[in-house]
């Protein structure tokens, strides 16, 4: 079976001296040194955006990638795990029933989005903002009522 991404990523990170970090005692330190080289990335990814350059979007949007799992592999925490938590969290923004559907309009109406659409089916449907409107712009995907906040797993 191929290694993951974070994984190759982890293997790299040791073999250029970088060991795993313990969870329980991160270096805040080395931490912030390794997330500025994603800064560093997303400039590289706008500038190769301007000039519409597929090959610098491509390696940019890699790379940062490659810093954001280094610096989980130096925080001690799994990337993989966190990945699928947060995915399994935005999961929860779509739209799973008729229900959850009549529930999320109430929300949202209670927060003065009044102007909404749907797009896509049950289980997968998404409500977006038909205007500008109060923490709504047009065309923002909004949550659903259903919607619970990522959980990620305990640190070792």
């Given at each position: 079976?191929?290694?993951?991404?974070f994984q190759r990523v982890a293997e790299m990170n040791t073999a250029f001296g970088n060991p795993k970090g313990?969870?329980?005692?991160?270096?805040?330190?080395?931490?912030?040194?390794?997330?500025?080289?994603?800064?560093?990335?997303?400039?590289?990814?706008?500038?190769?955006?301007?000039?519409?350059?597929?090959?610098?979007?491509?390696?940019?949007?890699?790379?940062?990638?490659?810093?954001?799992?280094?610096?989980?592999?130096?925080?001690?925490?799994?990337?993989?795990?966190?990945?699928?938590?947060?995915?399994?969290?935005?999961?929860?923004?779509?739209?799973?029933?008729?229900?959850?559907?009549?529930?999320?309009?109430?929300?949202?109406?209670?927060?003065?989005?009044?102007?909404?659409?749907?797009?896509?089916?049950?289980?997968?449907?998404?409500?977006?903002?038909?205007?500008?409107?109060?923490?709504?712009?047009?065309?923002?995907?909004?949550?659903?009522?259903?919607?619970?906040?990522?959980?990620?797993?305990?640190?070792?």
């Amino acid at each position: 079976m191929k290694p993951t991404p974070f994984q190759r990523v982890a293997e790299m990170n040791t073999a250029f001296g970088n060991p795993k970090g313990n969870a329980s005692n991160i270096d805040w330190s080395r931490l912030r040194s390794q997330c500025l080289n994603i800064l560093d990335e997303y400039n590289e990814l706008l500038v190769a955006l301007s000039r519409e350059e597929i090959e610098g979007v491509r390696d940019a949007l890699c790379d940062i990638q490659v810093f954001a799992n280094g610096a989980q592999h130096l925080m001690g925490v799994d990337g993989d795990a966190d990945m699928h938590a947060v995915v399994d969290g935005v999961m929860t923004r779509f739209i799973k029933d008729e229900d959850d559907k009549i529930a999320t309009i109430s929300m949202h109406r209670a927060k003065g989005v009044t102007e909404a659409y749907f797009v896509g089916e049950y289980p997968k449907m998404i409500m977006k903002s038909e205007r500008d409107q109060p923490d709504a712009p047009k065309g923002k995907f909004l949550k659903s009522a259903s919607y619970s906040n990522t959980v990620f797993p305990p640190v070792d």
